[in-house]
């Protein structure tokens, strides 16, 4: 009943319910690292058959700041790119007073000592409207910028419906200029505050698919710019 969205290698998980039927507002985040055990010294040239042996840990901890601004269940959540922010959102959901018909946004970055994940600024409400705005318990999907420039090539309504400063982008990633998400391209595009790279992969916008609310199921798609 709680969201999850990544970024690098740390998971974001907000709200949900607990086993009292509680709905929460906190924000989790778990970290994964890999630490490499150094591998013995060999006479051989050839390239091992297997990767070095090493360790992998988990750790779990609270972001105070990223608190969510009320309890929230059932909803999702995703990071979007803007210019050189990264914005965190979480989507629909219920709460204790009904159905959460908005759209909660925050940017984030990450401390550069700690390199915990941050709010990085105030929270904004947007309140959705339509069938959109009445549903939990859907499902999200980030999208690449790439990818939403190949929709639009197939949906006029939704080509119609982006910003200008969006499509401009969208098109020089067709023609090209944009490097592809490489690790030779990424290594010379630009970093942004939360320590992710600008490039055709960042996702830009998300699918909301499905769901329900209190008189239906739901099997229909939206796009959220």
């Known amino acids: 009943m709680q969201s999850f969205c990544s970024v690098g290698n740390k998971l974001i998980v907000s709200g949900g319910r607990d086993i009292d039927g509680n709905i929460l507002s906190d924000t989790w985040v778990l970290t994964a690292t890999y630490t490499a055990t150094a591998p013995e010294s060999t006479t051989s040239t050839s390239t091992p058959a297997t990767p070095p042996a090493g360790s992998f840990a988990l750790r779990w901890e609270k972001?105070?700041?990223?608190?969510?601004?009320?309890?929230?269940?059932?909803?999702?959540?995703?990071?979007?790119?803007?210019?050189?922010?990264?914005?965190?959102?979480?989507?629909?959901?219920?709460?204790?007073?009904?159905?959460?018909?908005?759209?909660?946004?925050?940017?984030?970055?990450?401390?550069?000592?700690?390199?915990?994940?941050?709010?990085?600024?105030?929270?904004?409400?947007?309140?959705?409207?339509?069938?959109?705005?009445t549903r939990f318990g859907h499902c999200l999907s980030a999208l690449p910028r790439a990818f939403l420039a190949a929709l639009t090539q197939t949906d006029a309504k939704l080509s119609r419906r982006i910003p200008a400063s969006m499509k401009a982008k969208m098109v020089s990633v067709q023609q090209g200029s944009v490097a592809p998400a490489t690790e030779t391209a990424e290594s010379s595009a630009p970093t942004t505050s939360a320590g992710r790279r600008a490039d055709s992969s960042a996702a830009v916008a998300a699918i909301v698919f499905g769901g329900v609310d209190i008189e239906a199921d739901f099997n229909d798609l939206w796009v959220l710019i």
């Open 63 to 133: 972001s105070g700041s990223l608190q969510l601004p009320k309890p929230s269940c059932a909803h999702t959540s995703f990071l979007q790119s803007v210019g050189e922010d990264l914005l965190f959102h979480t989507v629909g959901g219920f709460s204790y007073d009904g159905l959460a018909g908005y759209i909660h946004s925050c940017a984030i970055s990450t401390d550069t000592t700690t390199g915990a994940i941050q709010r990085a600024g105030n929270w904004t409400t947007k309140t959705m409207s339509g069938k959109v705005a």
